[in-house]
């Protein structure tokens, strides 16, 4: 069982930046891709990016490319996901999560463990 916990979320106007980061309870460098999600309410969850265990491969949600990078520092067990030129339409709860398995891992069922979310207010 991996629990993971996000942070850094808050407050933030217009074309500013954030950083959130996620640290999984155990070391997830091996084989676990990592992704962010959000949602806005009302709304369904997005896929926003992923990362893969060794960092070399990454994936962006096309309304977040660009704009936001995905990374992760194995020695420290966490991933990144830095957030530049935030508009208010990135306004919403941001998830982290991590996956063991294959298959398309732009669809959020494919992840098994979540965090509770972190909240991103962008204010125009």
């Known amino acids: 069982q991996v629990q993971v916990e996000e942070s850094g979320g808050g407050l933030v106007q217009v074309g500013d930046s954030l950083r959130l980061s996620c640290t999984p309870s155990q070391r997830t460098s091996s084989g676990y891709t990592v992704a962010w999600f959000r949602q806005a309410p009302g709304k369904e969850r997005e896929f926003v990016a992923y990362?893969?265990?060794?960092?070399?491969?990454?994936y962006y949600g096309n309304s977040v490319k660009g704009r936001f990078t995905i990374s992760r520092d194995n020695a420290k067990n966490t991933v990144y996901l830095q957030m530049n030129s935030v508009k208010p339409e990135d306004t919403a709860v941001y998830y982290c999560?991590?996956?063991?398995?294959?298959?398309?891992?732009?669809?959020?069922?494919?992840?098994?463990?979540w965090g509770q979310g972190t909240q991103v207010t962008v204010s125009a």
């Open positions: 999560s991590a996956t063991s398995r294959g298959g398309e891992l732009k669809w959020w069922r494919n992840y098994d463990y």
């Open positions: 990362i893969s265990g060794s960092g070399t491969t990454t």
